[in-house]
């Protein structure tokens, strides 16, 4: 649509909600769009205020995620989080390759430590295997993660949600969320598989582009996450 506005503020009240031209954002389920923090609300104005003679929601992520956490999450949190849950039972970092040995190795370095952090943080213990067969996780592993995510704000659950989605762990985005790992490096071991691959075969440059978008994607739910619990 065109823009239809040219003053966007943040107005405290009961959270931080963004006006244009003196009238409240809503979102697509027309519910008031109020942040949780001034930091998140800045974001989304800055995403507003960035629009030229068309404003285009594809330019504006965090918006997107705020509205969807408003919209989707808040009015049915708990089967939300049992969703995003879920992926403890095929977590990635527990399906290893079987070689060859540099491959191997790479997949040890890059995820045993992220499993370390969260048996210490959450004191679970996993199931690791090689191979892509399923194997069951330990009930009590699922429980106390699920607990951990269920606790979540819908804003950073919302946030958590798309880090999940996209690695396919949730230790990596628990490790966004709650351990201060650093974004691109949890990327990295997100994507280590698919490294792995393009040095051996090539990557050609549709899958590079959609590489690419999904980084994205992955590194603004990081920040995403982090803005909703300043």
Not at 12 to 26: A, K, N, T, W, Y
């Amino acid at each position: 649509m065109k823009r239809f506005y040219t003053d966007v503020t943040v107005v405290e009240g009961e959270g931080m909600s963004i006006q244009l031209d003196g009238r409240p954002v809503r979102t697509p389920a027309r519910a008031l769009l109020a942040l949780p923090t001034a930091a998140l609300a800045e974001a989304v104005a800055a995403e507003w205020r960035a629009q030229g003679e068309v404003v285009d929601p594809a330019s504006m992520p965090i918006t997107g995620l705020a509205n969807a956490a408003i919209d989707h999450v808040a009015t049915d949190r708990d089967n939300f989080a049992a969703g995003v849950a879920r992926y403890a039972q095929s977590d990635l970092l527990c399906y290893r390759a079987d070689g060859p040995a540099t491959l191997v190795a790479r997949q040890a370095a890059a995820w045993d430590p992220l499993l370390d952090w969260a048996r210490t943080r959450y004191d679970v213990t996993f199931a690791v295997t090689h191979g892509i067969i399923p194997v069951p996780q330990p009930d009590d592993m699922l429980a106390r993660l699920g607990t951990a995510v269920a606790a979540l704000d819908p804003f950073t659950l919302c946030g958590l949600s798309t880090l999940v989605t996209l690695s396919g762990s949730l230790v990596c985005g628990l490790a966004a969320v709650e351990g201060g790992h650093d974004i691109d490096a949890l990327w990295q071991a997100a994507e280590l598989d698919e490294t792995w691959q393009a040095e051996q075969w090539g990557a050609d440059a549709e899958a590079a582009e959609r590489a690419a978008h999904r980084r994205a994607a992955f590194s603004t739910a990081g920040a995403f996450c982090a803005m909703s619990r300043i």
